[in-house]
């Protein structure tokens, strides 16, 4: 693993929160005796994290402060509440020369900020990039199968405060823990058919497409409950096409192309775990020839309105 990609290197503890070794010091001491503690803080809670990581050095009790688990899920969620906009960086903004390091990874979800990454020796990682800290998974110690390949999910359960990872293999399924950095062997589904792609993480759930059909021509979806580990089925709209999973605007979303046409149909269901409330927002007519819609991974709705998909075509041989 190359260090040029990543600045340093921690333990799962830290990549989340960076608790400092000052937990005991005085947090209504401020740098700024002359201001009361609960607007310092309120003031920043809407500072970047760039900044953030500066103001650390400013004291000791500042450390303590943007170094609290308290401190720093008030702020994620705050930041995730924002209407923020991505800004348009021109190419003459950049003052040095990018390099194709040759490192090769796919993307297998993210969820507050953290990134799980798989790279070509099936190493997992998990990566925040926005603090430059990343680490590297233990051995899951399942052994690929021929004719088969790891199919990854990455999640956050919300009631134990615990990043997972769910790692599924055809007849195994393993389930990692960052809170505990381990990985145990889970139940597999039962009856709902192969997973397919990488799991989609709505309302505390992750989601795959699953097909029992050699013909690959009957799908379903398939949900793992990352707090009670329950596999569930959830209903999809109509028929039994080939589907692909995405999340559109924080609701679980499904792109349809017919078996008897080139028509691709998207829809989202408006309220969680609910049949009737699927909405079919558009259709697309002659987008993605066969091979590149069943290779697709994820698909996208930008803020004008494009419609993107993701397709990997050098990942389609089993591995």
């Given at each position: 693993?190359?260090?040029?990609?990543?600045?340093?290197?921690?333990?799962?503890?830290?990549?989340?929160?960076?608790?400092?070794?000052?937990?005991?010091?005085?947090?209504?001491?401020?740098?700024?005796?002359?201001?009361?503690?609960?607007?310092?803080?309120?003031?920043?809670?809407?500072?970047?994290?760039?900044?953030?990581?500066?103001?650390?050095?400013?004291?000791?009790?500042?450390?303590?402060?943007?170094?609290?688990?308290?401190?720093?899920?008030?702020?994620?969620?705050?930041?995730?509440?924002?209407?923020?906009?991505?800004?348009?960086?021109?190419?003459?903004?950049?003052?040095?020369?990018?390099?194709?390091?040759?490192?090769?990874?796919?993307?297998?979800?993210?969820?507050?900020?953290?990134?799980?990454?798989?790279?070509?020796?099936?190493?997992?990682?998990?990566?925040?990039?926005?603090?430059?800290?990343?680490?590297?998974?233990?051995?899951?110690?399942?052994?690929?199968?021929?004719?088969?390949?790891?199919?990854?999910?990455?999640?956050?359960?919300?009631?134990?405060?615990?990043?997972?990872?769910?790692?599924?293999?055809?007849?195994?399924?393993?389930?990692?823990?960052?809170?505990?950095?381990?990985?145990?062997?889970?139940?597999?589904?039962?009856?709902?058919?192969?997973?397919?792609?990488?799991?989609?993480?709505?309302?505390?759930?992750?989601?795959?497409a699953t097909t029992n059909d050699l013909d690959l021509r009957v799908w379903s979806i398939t949900s793992f409950d990352l707090t009670d580990e329950k596999w569930r089925k959830v209903e999809r709209p109509c028929g039994n096409d080939i589907l692909?999973?995405?999340?559109?605007?924080?609701?679980?979303?499904?792109?349809?192309?017919?078996?008897?046409?080139?028509?691709?149909?998207?829809?989202?269901?408006?309220?969680?775990?609910?049949?009737?409330?699927?909405?079919?927002?558009?259709?697309?007519?002659?987008?993605?020839?066969?091979?590149?819609?069943?290779?697709?991974?994820s698909f996208y709705l930008t803020k004008r309105g494009e419609f993107l998909v993701m397709s990997i075509l050098h990942d389609i041989q089993f591995k």
């Amino acid at each position: 693993m190359s260090k040029m990609l990543f600045a340093r290197k921690f333990s799962g503890e830290n990549l989340v929160s960076d608790e400092a070794s000052h937990q005991n010091s005085n947090r209504s001491n401020p740098a700024n005796p002359s201001m009361p503690t609960e607007i310092m803080v309120e003031i920043l809670l809407r500072v970047s994290v760039k900044s953030l990581l500066k103001f650390r050095c400013v004291s000791k009790s500042w450390l303590a402060l943007i170094s609290s688990p308290e401190f720093i899920k008030s702020h994620l969620s705050l930041s995730a509440n924002n209407n923020t906009h991505l800004r348009n960086i021109e190419e003459s903004n950049l003052d040095y020369l990018m390099k194709n390091l040759d490192i090769s990874f796919l993307f297998e979800g993210s969820v507050n900020g953290l990134i799980c990454l798989v790279n070509r020796a099936k190493n997992i990682y998990l990566w925040n990039p926005t603090i430059r800290k990343y680490k590297k998974l233990p051995d899951h110690k399942i052994e690929p199968k021929p004719l088969s390949r790891f199919i990854y999910g990455f999640g956050y359960d919300k009631i134990h405060d615990d990043y997972k990872v769910v790692l599924y293999n055809f007849d195994e399924v393993a389930m990692y823990s960052l809170k505990n950095d381990s990985w145990r062997r889970i139940d597999c589904p039962r009856n709902e058919g192969r997973l397919m792609n990488t799991g989609k993480f709505v309302n505390g759930k992750l989601h795959w497409a699953t097909t029992n059909d050699l013909d690959l021509r009957v799908w379903s979806i398939t949900s793992f409950d990352l707090t009670d580990e329950k596999w569930r089925k959830v209903e999809r709209p109509c028929g039994n096409d080939i589907l692909v999973l995405g999340v559109l605007e924080s609701n679980l979303s499904i792109m349809i192309r017919s078996n008897a046409t080139t028509n691709i149909e998207v829809w989202v269901m408006k309220e969680y775990e609910n049949k009737e409330s699927w909405m079919k927002m558009f259709t697309i007519n002659d987008t993605l020839d066969r091979v590149e819609y069943f290779i697709a991974q994820s698909f996208y709705l930008t803020k004008r309105g494009e419609f993107l998909v993701m397709s990997i075509l050098h990942d389609i041989q089993f591995k």
